[in-house]
């Protein structure tokens, strides 16, 4: 997750810069008027032409004009409608200013070419009345976004399509015409911060582009001759006082141009035009987490859909009227042909920036956008990359950046580990070789042990959290820790799988280097001693790497998969770590330059998939030139199919597998331009071309919920391969695992070997995902790593290749395919909405994930506590808010708390308007919404939680067992017995799940058919053992496994009954009397051991001369005159404390009654049953003390079954004449 830092580390290198720029501005307050995104239902203009074109029509850009005036009519009578209603409301306008500071225009922000709607500020009570009104698609947030910031241009073969001339790539050439290729009559659109026209990588001509709002005495022929057009959108400067958006110009379309220091440089698309559009403030400088140095600031939503609206419209923007340029005098301008977007923010395809930049591309642009600097976790790019078909790029390593220039040498150990530099770092030597000390996260002073001076500092990456000294997680933070310690270097392990690779460290006083965290771990426990501050007991060797340079994806570099799983993504990758590219002086990142390198004043090294974005725009720019017919997804589709893995310096590329970088991390691979612009070919999966790409050359399966469903299943998806050359060809097919392929249970199949493809022809084939849900019962997979286990969700990511049977051409094609667990096949959806107020943030602390109890310390947060029912499998949890319209965004984070307080998920999204997680559950309770305030006012939050419900599980029920002690627990004393359970209707069948205390991990017992209610469970050991019955029931694919019902327990305790009458004496706490009522206790006078529960006394038979004496309150019902009909008293609760009944200890008392003849001598006999522990010698060794306290137990017990001959009884006599009572103990033969 992206986070924003003061900006403290840096800030004296630029402080003439930062302090004419203020630093974060709070939306303060608890005002109610918020900034929002309405969207309307009817097609904009752009989705209205793509329709008419796919129905073989075409509209003039007069009829479009027409069909946009009739949307801001239908606009005008919602807006009429919302006043009506009672909703006070602002349409969001922009002054654009010309570059004299004054006015030229008002801009108001209504959108009909690229979406249908406008920015408003509007009461937040009133956004669910107006998400509630007929034409209204949805209301949102105007969110705010962030820009995502020699040898890279050469790296992805740009100067092959033009044969590396350089002449031709400088200002002072240009030939137009179609027989020329380096961009020549292609207008990139930069929407950014804007671009200094004056720099020499544009040729230096300080004469300003067209304003895009055209006032009067301003026309073409006068405007610069590089930068033809600019609309700035935001309210401070005119020019690009940051610095980013000429960065990102230059690596796009730069002319050639000459550092101080020699070094010559260019764009990709040298000779293509620029058209600038500012639309980030200038109001706020923050640093990023990954890269630390300093972002810009923040891009507003509403800016960025006007720009795309813009850039794509063949006439100027109407403006309010009564100022210039009113919107009868709309006027031609020039149109895009390939949009750049180095931003982003939270969202997904149908975030109102993702759906304004996918219909630019429907209007003809090839749009292209940051992924995004959040990596390296999974499901970080956002939008406008989501766009449906937009161009997501991700950032990797190049040979300029000398990355994975180095390796780490255990000397006398493990040799060759990679090892990267992080650039910005004071500059390593060839070679180290020192003893290093394991500094933990290196994040306070007090975690360095003074031991590290003249060594080398081992950290891991990370951050922590103590409210008396706040740890940042930076990494310069690490290296001046490290430093003031008198460290001389620092080596930074990874906290997640992977290499530590395209980190910035900006000066730091000492080298510092990522390495993997496993190479980590393996230093870590080589250092030979677990005491802190030991130092390693062998030495390690950094030094210039003898494997020489291989790309990797950027460890900052954000991961799809995006909302909903709908494409892959990001789609392609290109260099964007430590590109180096022009910068204004006049500006933040012109301040830095300076710093860097005096040599360089006016260009900078920066890392960011912002600097990828602009690589991958010059080459569309190339590939679109060369082919003008071709729409953007076919462009998208060419940089797909013909992107190869990461790549050497000589060209050689990773070979297919684990070892390359996963899919959603460099989506189709490293661009190729020369081969795209040459491409023979088309790979993909063909759509409407409006709602889905015309062509994709990637296809994800989505998420399925197959795991555990109990079938074998498989989905196939219909490839087409089409030929662009006139010439045909055979395609020889197959597939290249590079995740997950290799698990049992999976499989890809191919319906064919190859496809002859005719001249102009195409030919399909069908891709077949299958996966065995009847096997693989989990989506997560476990890995090992020496002696720890690791579990992660099952990712299936392969490429299908086609290789030319002439070896002519290679393509390939990603997919994904994200396994879940199975739904039934009739959820039930749940939706409510909460709502609360995070109190104000600080931007200095961080989220701590790693607390099982998740606990924070130095964070505030507001908990949002909810109820799960039982039945529900998923939760969902989106939070929202809306900034005022009268400062900077807010940056919140988000924590799903289970039932015990322990961290579930944590929202992984940068910052924005919302957060989002998604999260199987298997039981209810009471969960936490946790919100955290990073970067904020006190802010209104809305809360809506989604729960998908299915079938409850069935409830056992208790098991009676024989004896139920003084915990209340039920004890059998022979391990069998059945189990029962309630049904709740409908499954299919049953799955019996059972625990005990020597296996506390959940297995299957057994099955049982549709309709039964009862499992035979047999001799279960000693111990504690649990059960938990699930049903299963038709589920959206193959059966759904219900959570589990109640789940009920028993103590086995094998138990074996003796008679013990010889052993005990029967006493008598008083007299007969006339009443026939005996309070009797029994003494273990001839015990030699300890007996168990249950313990009994039996009356079993009685006489007396009338033969009428009968018990009458025996705990069974019975009279006691018989054998048969022995009357039953428990002593079991008679026992003391310890439930036992040991060598001469008397029991408590019970009471006997009789009924019968009065006042006559009667005898009663009696037999004493207990229980011994089984297998114990001699009946001896009674098991471990009971809990205090007496038993109950269960009904229908028959204590003298299953004993042998009665071989003696106490015959006691009551005689009432006398009132007293005797025994004695009578042998029998």
Known sequence: MLRLLKFAAIAAIAAATLLALPM??????????????????????????????????????????????????????????????????????????????????????????????????VPASAINSIRAMPNVKSVRPDASMRTMLNNSVKYIRA?????????????????????????????????????????????????????????????????????IYSLPLTDVFVEDTFGHGTHVAATSAGYLAQTLDGVNLHGVAPQAKIMSYKVCSDAAVDVYEVTQIPIGGVCDSSNIIMALEDSVSPFTLPTIQGQRNPASALLPKPKANVINMSLGGFGGPDEPTAVAASNAALAGAVVVAASGNSGPGDATSGAPAAGTHVISVAASTHPGNVATAYQTDVVGGPQGMETNEFSGSAAPPESMTNNYVFCGLADTPDQIPDSVSGRIALAQRGSTVDASASGTGVIINKAAQAAAKGAIALLVYNNVDGELAGLSAFATTIPVFGISKANGETLKSLIGSTTAGAVSAKQVRIRKSTAGFMGDIAGFSSRGPILGYGQVKPDVSAPGVQVLAAVPPASVLGALAVVDSALRPNYIAIDGTSMATPHTAGAAALIKQAHRNWSADVVRTAMMNTATNMRSTAGGSKADGTGADSIIAQGGGLIDVFHAVNAKALMGVAGDGIDQPSILGSHSFGEVSVANSRVNYSTPVEVTVSDLSGQGGVYNLNVANNRDLQLAGISVALSQSSVSVAPNGSANFTVTATFDGDLLRDFNTAEVNGTSVTFRPIQMQWYVTAQRADGGESLRMPFYFKPNLSVPAQPIVQTTEDRAIVPAGDPGQFLKTNLPDGTTSGLTYVDVPFNVPDSTYKIEARSEWFDLPTGKFQDLDYALLGPEGNILAVSQNIPGHEEYVSVRVSRGGTYTHRLFGVNNAATNVTITTTLSKGPVGPATQTIPGDFVDAQNRHVDFDGSFSLRWVPVGGEESFEIEHSSSDNPDWELLGTAGAGATTFAVTNLASGTHSFRVRGLHPGLIGKYETNSGAETSVLVDPRSKVDITNLVDINSAGTIGTNSVLDVSLSATRATQAYVPIMDVNIVGITSPSGTQRVTNADNGKNGTSLANAALFTYSQKLGADEQFSPNETTGTKTMRFQGARSEIFNFDVVVTAYLSSGTPGGGGAPGAPAPGGGTPPSGSAPTSGLTKITAVIRVTANPLTNTVTSKLLRLQ
């Not at 329709?51 to 009829?63: E, L, P, T, W």
């Not at 292609?186 to 895009?212: C, E, K, Q, S, Y």
Request: glycine fraction near 10%.
């Open 24 to 121: 974060f501005i709070s939306r303060a307050g608890s005002g109610a008027t918020v900034s929002v995104i309405v969207q309307l239902r009817d097609d904009p203009g752009a989705v209205y032409q793509a329709r008419i074109a796919k129905s073989g029509g075409s509209v003039s850009d007069d009829q479009l004009q027409a069909y946009r005036s009739q949307i801001t009519a239908k606009q005008d009578q919602f807006l009429s409608s919302l006043a009506s209603s009672g909703v006070a409301y602002t349409v969001v306008s922009r002054d654009v200013k010309n570059f004299d500071g004054s006015l030229a225009a008002t801009v108001p922000l209504r959108y009909t070419l690229v979406l249908n709607g406008m920015a408003l500020n």
């Open 159 to 227: 100067p092959e399509v033009y044969n590396g001339d350089e002449q031709e790539v400088s200002s002072q050439f240009y030939r137009a015409g179609p027989d020329n290729n380096l961009g020549q009559d292609m207008n990139v659109a930069i929407i950014d911060t804007g671009v200094d026209w004056t720099h020499p990588m544009f040729g230096g001509d300080p004469t300003p582009p067209r304003l895009g709002v055209l006032p009067p005495g301003v026309t073409q022929d006068k405007t610069n001759k590089k930068v």
